[in-house]
RNA sequence: GGGCCUGUAGCUCAGUCGGUUAGAGCACUGUGCUGAUAACGCAGGGGUCACUGGUUCGAGUCCAGUCAGGCCCA
């Protein structure tokens, strides 16, 4: 016996411990740069890692997007493309500042100014990395290879300065300007909410409803009615809004004193504002017609600059509540603002930034925004312009904070004009490949398409400060590209300058135009920006890498979550339009979202987000992410259970481990090893194992260049199954018999290619267990082979291994096989117990040969003497006929109802006959005949009652029960070998061990076990077996009723 | 209010070009098998394919609408 490379695998495994072992091994050989380094040379492709903030512990979304976008990346290292896999990090931004407030304390940006933005900045910037530890050691266990020792840092000066040169460039186009955003507004803290923090706070009030009349200017007796539940925003009023399509009416309306009014509301909402009063409707119109209508402004506190006081139309509006006509207040509304910037409107601002309104507001000034409500509409009431004065319950957010009402409030800021450029943002989106395809035309082609100019400025602390200075003389302006034109400026070298505030803020520069003195405007840039500048600022480009930013631009592919279409992808996309006219992502994996057991979304808020630790300490890496993959399509949201991962253990990766573990215990005992000299001599078995495993190949690399990871996943996991299922069960004893021979040779060499191409298969989602196979089977083997399965190259699939029809038939066989064992269940006879004969019905002429070619397998498996084709010489079936819809409903079409009737009232005896012997059968319908094919009806066969039989379809089974005393003494045989086995396995032997077998039993029993002696020496690896009690140092079992069985180990020169 | 997605067994999901008995795994019950198996085989219970209408010889599948959930935007 030769020596075998295999180290023999145990069937029991803690996955987690053998995980743990390869990444010592990956770290010992540094396997993750030799990814880069051997495939150096090789195609690029380019990968873009979205940046996280590391200010708070990776959840299990993060491991989901990790998964994937590791799994593309060692499919494409095996493909032999070279990778840059740089990490980033995301490190600016409210959020940062968030946590530094609540460590501090702070609720107002006053605290922030009195503590210094100096000292503030340096903890945001220690808090960015807070949780880095957990970071690098999840991305290292979930075997995410990226390289965090290079990480890319949004703070990072080089960084800024790129994005200051990415912004210049849109200053020059003359993409920056400066114009009014209506945000959230906290009048108490002092400071604009961010989307999330808006959404903590909405609370449900009661807030005044008021029907206003503006009267026309040309016609003074009729009057636009318009409603509000703000009449604080009143006064700021300066046009009215009316939607271009809704159906307006003038309806004529008696006043208390006689006489009579005209006013103009949306025809739907007629009802609601009159209620039971009888109004005339005097004139109906579209809103269109409404368009530049002039009225009386209500308020004239404020004197616009510009055209006011007139309707324009918008979408936007209506006809829900209300009058169908909106009260446009362009500085506290964001559709309003919208408005102003359409129509060129003013912006009048009656509230200062406490709250308070203007001085300008004569009667009301210096009272707080929301107190002035009942006095405005007092105001109104007596000047006769109040229509109807209510309540009015609605959601209206509140500072989460303090419990503040928010104003909507047009604040002074900076835009990016991304509408100049709308259509290359749509055109240019034509070119990406999204996965899933919907969002392409759907959420993010729809965004594009309703582009809006992005709004870049934030007034804030910790962030990429807007690098534009302003003269204080004469305002001129000018926007800084890099460190060395400030330095230049500002007359002094500035490259060792920290280029955040406080520090950039107190640079001086000379104004070109005039000579005075020029200060930064105070804006920072919204850290979406920050994130989509990093196709650029990661190589420092252009100050720096030009080669290596051409080569790296745009990148191949990309993937985070779907939250990320108006985020991430947005600002990749935008910036890269803007600065190069070309995409900035080729291929994008856009993930659903991970919810809990209840399919609610994970949030620390709920608490119900699992740690990833809990699942990767249990089950494993490999589990985890093979969950991942197969669970649902990636972009679907997914309920996410530690259960379901356990789920994938047991069904997936231990029948995996266990062919490993079987093939490696059997190889070792034979000293086997891979042979390129001689040839297998594959049977049907391991041909079909072969076109399966071969078409599998070529199914996973389809899937994986189509970016489809559960395609790259679930046919494996079937794979698999059969694998183990039917393949090993069916060559189990082609590996136990001892010597060595051809036939052997082939059993070994299958089951040695199927794990070795599935090692590399599953390198890439598996990427452990991969490596275990790999290591063991071909490194074992091979010292030429790569060092490790993730610098191995992907399988090729050989075409003419693939056999179509092979694979349909065994599907057959083994639905047949579990047909003779569903009958052999009804019979209630063990499988173990020797049959005369099965007999099957297939449907189908052309499936009749199956039953043949395959019958020494299916009377191995079944275990009978016989396997025959039901029917044959005149046998007592009885045949039915089953007219197939599909092949015959194409064909006749609308014939189809009268085809079947036709075939149905054929003879089924004849016309069955006929059917299964290949030959067609004639119907005739409207006094047409056709001729009906045999692939076009199903046969049904049902055998005669003296049979067990089962079936399913047209699939028959049919068993003869009768036990003859030589079946019932083989029968006996078998069980005593079972016996045995037991006894040994008790015993504790090793699989070779050679035995003394000694047995007592009752006279039945011994006689079979004499008629089986040589049988059962064989199976049992006795060198002697003795009818006698055994001796005392023998072990010995009375597991079984009346019989006595006792083996001892044989000394090894017995053998 | 708008856009997009989802809705199939108790749970997680398949379901091809529309084809007449809607499947798998898990869980449950019974039973069998086992010297690779933490497994596996066989059988059983469990379905208004969210709902309504339409197209069609035929709809889980296509179309329209409704409802519910999710995400994004307002």
Redesign the pocket.
């Known amino acids: 016996m030769s020596q075998s490379p295999f180290k023999p695998v145990p ?4 996955l987690p411990k053998m995980e743990e072992r390869h990444l010592e091994f990956w770290k010992k050989h540094d396997i993750f740069h030799k990814t880069e380094e051997t495939r150096r040379g090789g195609p690029e492709f380019v990968f873009y890692e979205g940046p996280p903030t590391a200010n708070g512990r990776p959840g299990v979304h993060h491991v989901l997007s990790r998964s994937f976008k590791d799994i593309f990346l060692r499919y494409r290292v095996m493909r032999g493309y070279h990778i840059i896999r740089r990490g980033g990090w995301d490190t600016h931004g409210l959020p940062v500042e968030i946590e530094v407030e609540k460590k501090l304390g702070f609720t107002s940006k006053r605290q922030i100014e009195e503590f210094g933005v100096a000292e503030f900045n340096k903890l945001c910037r220690q808090s960015v990395f807070e949780y880095i530890q957990d970071w690098e050691k999840l991305t290292e266990r979930i075997a995410f290879w990226v390289d965090l020792e290079n990480a890319y840092v949004t703070y990072h000066n080089e960084y800024i300065e790129s994005e200051w040169w990415i912004l210049k460039q849109f200053w020059e186009q003359g993409l920056i300007y400066r114009g009014h955003k209506v945000v959230p507004y906290c009048p108490r803290c002092g400071t604009p909410l961010a ?1 999330h923090e808006v959404a903590l706070g909405y609370k449900e009030t009661e807030d005044p409803s008021v029907y206003v009349r503006l009267p026309l200017m040309d016609d003074p007796d009729t009057a636009l009615l318009v409603w509000t539940t703000t009449p604080w925003t009143l006064p700021a009023n300066v046009a009215v809004a009316a939607h271009p399509k809704v159906t307006y009416v003038k309806v004529k309306r008696q006043l208390p004193n006689g006489e009579h009014e005209y006013l103009i509301v949306a025809k739907p909402l007629v009802e609601k504002v009159f209620g039971d009063e009888k109004v005339e409707i005097v004139a109906e119109f579209p809103g269109k017609a409404l368009k530049g209508k002039r009225y009386q402004p209500l308020y004239t506190f404020v004197v616009p600059d510009k055209p006011a006081y007139f309707v324009v139309l918008a979408d ?1 509006v ?1 006809t ?1 509540d209300g009058t169908g006509l909106v009260h446009m207040a362009p500085a506290f509304g ?2 309003d603002m919208e408005m102003a910037r359409k129509y060129d409107l003013p912006i009048i601002s009656t509230v200062k930034p406490d709250g308070t309104l203007v001085s300008a507001v004569r009667p009301w000034a210096g009272m707080f925004f929301k107190d002035a409500d009942p006095y405005i509409i007092e105001d109104l009431q007596k000047r006769g312009l109040l229509f109807r004065s209510g309540k009015y319950t609605h959601t209206y957010p509140f500072c989460w904070r303090c419990g503040t009402p928010l104003l909507y409030y047009a604040r002074p800021t900076w835009y990016i004009r991304t509408t100049a450029k709308k259509d290359r943002l749509v055109a240019l989106n034509e070119k990406i490949n999204w996965v ?1 395809p ?2 392409k035309h ?2 993010f082609g ?2 594009l398409e309703n582009n809006i100019d992005w709004a870049l400025g934030r007034e804030r602390y910790w962030g990429t400060p807007l690098p534009v200075w302003q003269c204080d003389e004469c305002g001129y302006q000018h926007a800084v590209g890099s460190v060395a034109e400030l330095s230049e400026m500002a007359g002094r070298d500035l490259s060792g300058l920290d280029l955040h505030r406080p520090y950039v803020d107190e640079v001086e520069l000379t104004c070109p135009k005039c000579g005075g003195k020029m200060h930064r405007v105070p804006e920072l840039i919204d850290v979406w920006f920050d994130s989509g500048a990093m196709q650029v600022a990661q190589w420092h480009y252009p100050f720096e890498n030009q080669e290596i930013f051409k080569k790296q631009h745009p990148a191949d592919y990309i993937c985070e979550a ?2 990320q ?2 985020g991430w992808f947005y600002s990749l996309h935008a910036i890269s339009t803007l600065l190069f006219d070309d995409i900035a992502f080729k291929n994008v994996v856009c993930l ?2 991970i ?1 809990d ?1 209840n ?3 994970m949030s620390k808020s709920r608490g119900n987000v699992v740690d990833p630790w809990d699942v990767i300490n249990v089950h494993g890496t490999d589990a985890l992410r093979w969950y991942l993959y197969t ?3 990636p ?5 996410f ?1 530690v ?2 991962v356990g ?1 994938v253990v ?2 997936f990766l ?2 995996l481990w ?2 490993y ?2 093939f490696t ?1 059997y190889a070792a005992l034979d000293g086997w090893q891979p042979n390129s000299e001689t040839k297998p001599e594959y049977n049907e078995l391991d041909r079909w194992l072969r076109s399966e495993l071969h078409s599998l190949v070529k199914r996973v690399t389809e899937a994986y260049e189509n970016y489809d990871a ?1 395609g790259a996943t679930r046919p494996i996991e079937e794979f698999v ?1 059969r694998l ?2 039917w393949y ?2 069916r060559s ?1 004893r082609r590996f ?1 018999k001892s010597g060595s021979d051809a036939d052997k040779h082939a059993a070994y060499s299958t089951l040695y290619e199927a794990l070795t191409t599935l090692s590399k298969l599953l390198a890439p989602s598996t990427p452990f267990i991969a490596e275990e196979i790999y290591q063991n089977l071909v490194r074992a083997t091979d010292p030429s082979a790569a060092e490790s399965v993730h610098l191995a190259d992907w399988p090729e699939y050989d075409e003419a291994a693939i056999d179509e029809k092979l694979n349909r038939d065994m599907e057959l066989v083994i639905k047949l096989a ?2 003779g ?2 009958a ?3 019979a ?1 006879i ?4 020797p049959l005369q004969e099965i007999a099957f019905a297939v449907g189908r002429a052309f499936e009749q040969d199956v039953v043949t070619r395959y019958a020494d397998l299916l009377a191995d498996e079944l275990n009978v003497k016989r396997v025959r084709l039901l029917g044959g010489r005149g046998e007592a079936v009885s045949y039915s006929l ?1 007219p ?3 092949q ?3 064909k006749y ?2 014939l ?2 009268k085809i ?1 009737q036709a075939i149905l009232a054929l003879d089924p005896q004849e016309a069955g006959e006929r059917l299964l012997a290949g030959e067609p059968v004639t119907v005739t319908v409207d006094g047409e005949e056709y001729a009906i094919q045999p692939d076009e009806v199903e046969v ?1 066969v049902s055998a005669h009652p003296g049979l067990t039989v ?1 079936s ?3 699939y028959l089974a049919a068993l003869n029960t009768e036990i003859t005393p030589e079946l019932k003494q083989e029968g006996i045989a ?1 069980d005593f ?2 016996w045995v ?5 008790e ?1 504790g ?3 070779s ?1 050679r035995i003394h077998l000694y047995y007592q039993a009752p006279d039945e029993i011994a006689k079979a076990v004499e008629a089986y002696r040589n049988y059962i020496m064989g199976e049992t690896l006795a060198v002697e077996m003795t009818a006698a009690a055994p001796p005392d140092d023998a072990f010995v079992s009375t597991a079984v009723k009346n019989v006595v069985i006792g083996i001892k180990k044989s000394t090894p020169d017995e053998q």
């Open positions: 069937p029991k495994v803690t989307d936007f209506t829900e964001e559709d899933p919907h969002i759907g959420r729809n965004w779907v939250d279409t108006r659903g979202l919810l057991e399919g609610q979304k669970a649902s399509p972009g679907d949201n997914r309920r259970s259960n379901l789920e047991r069904n231990l029948t266990n062919v573990s079987f215990t559960l199954e183990s299922n090993l069960r189990r136990w579990s047909l064992h569903a052999r269940n009804k209630g063990k499988v173990r117990q089953k197939l819809p599909k015959l409903g194409q079409k609308s189809f109802p079947r049904i089962a399913e379809g047209a078998r070998v079972r086995q037991n006894a040994r396995k015993a032997l090793e699989l061990d």
